[in-house]
């Protein structure tokens, strides 16, 4: 059982930026890709970005790209997404997650998730 836990959420004005951190609980935490979500009031659950164990490559959702960058330190066992440019738009609760698989996009993909962390941007 992977045990992931979020930090770094906040309050911030439209055009700032927050660094959202996910600590992992597993040794092998390299070996897992690793995924951040949100999730909107109202709206489902939607991909932001996600990047494999080796960091090969990164991927991410249109609305986020050119803000945001994913990153990882395995032997932090530490999963980062960098925010930047935030818009109120970006407002969510974000989740990191953890897949066994070397590419995963879709939320069904991931095994393990974290509880979660408020990002709010206000005008």
């Known amino acids: 059982q992977v045990q992931l836990v979020e930090s770094g959420g906040g309050l911030v004005q439209a055009g700032g930026s927050l660094r959202l951190s996910c600590a992992a609980s597993?040794?092998?935490?390299?070996?897992?890709?690793m995924g951040w979500f949100r999730q909107a009031p109202g709206k489902e659950r939607e991909f932001v970005a996600t990047?494999?164990?080796?960091?090969?490559?990164?991927s991410y959702a249109d609305s986020v790209k050119g803000r945001f960058t994913i990153s990882r330190d395995n032997a932090k066992r530490t999963v980062y997404l960098q925010m930047s440019s935030l818009k109120p738009e970006d407002t969510a609760v974000y989740y990191c997650?953890?897949?066994?698989?070397?590419?995963?996009?879709?939320?069904?993909?991931?095994?393990?998730w974290g509880q979660g962390t408020q990002v709010t941007v206000s005008l």
């Open positions: 990047i494999p164990g080796s960091s090969v490559f990164t």
């Open positions: 997650a953890a897949s066994r698989r070397p590419i995963a996009t879709a939320d069904r993909q991931y095994d393990y």
């Open positions: 597993e040794r092998t935490f390299s070996s897992y890709t």
